[in-house]
């Protein structure tokens, strides 16, 4: 397993932008997808982003055109970046690794708080 570490949330007005960072404990190179999920109270967790290890990605309906995710193999991280927020998007925001070429892997970090509001 890889271990978690997200970053970025916090508090914004509608309209606003945020970026999540989820820094990983060692390389994912060789990891085949990396995945944004979010949970709003009383709802089901959803996958909202996914990246690829090829560099593909896949949105939600819900969020095209105004997140986007990004990876840097380099920097053992993956990005977030939230445009055009609006109320609905308020969640906590969970990263998650999934698959690795060599076994089998899924781990989830801990979650960050998003609060989209005037």
């Known amino acids: 397993q890889v271990q978690l570490v997200e970053s970025g949330g916090g508090l914004v007005q509608p309209g606003g932008s945020l970026r999540l960072s989820c820094a990983a404990s060692?390389?994912?190179?060789?990891?085949?997808?990396m995945n944004w999920y979010r949970q709003a109270p009383g709802k089901e967790r959803e996958l909202v982003a996914t990246i690829t290890r090829g560099g593909s990605t896949n949105y939600a309906d819900s969020v095209k055109g105004r997140l986007a995710i990004s990876r840097d193999n380099g920097k053992n991280t993956v990005w977030l970046q939230m445009n055009s927020l609006k109320p609905e998007d308020t969640a906590v925001y969970y990263c998650?690794?999934?698959?690795?070429?060599?076994?089998?892997?899924?781990?989830w970090g801990q979650g960050t708080q998003v609060t989209v509001s005037s």
């Open positions: 998650n690794a999934h698959g690795w070429i060599f076994s089998t892997l899924d781990s």
């Open positions: 060692r390389s994912i190179f060789s990891i085949n997808a």
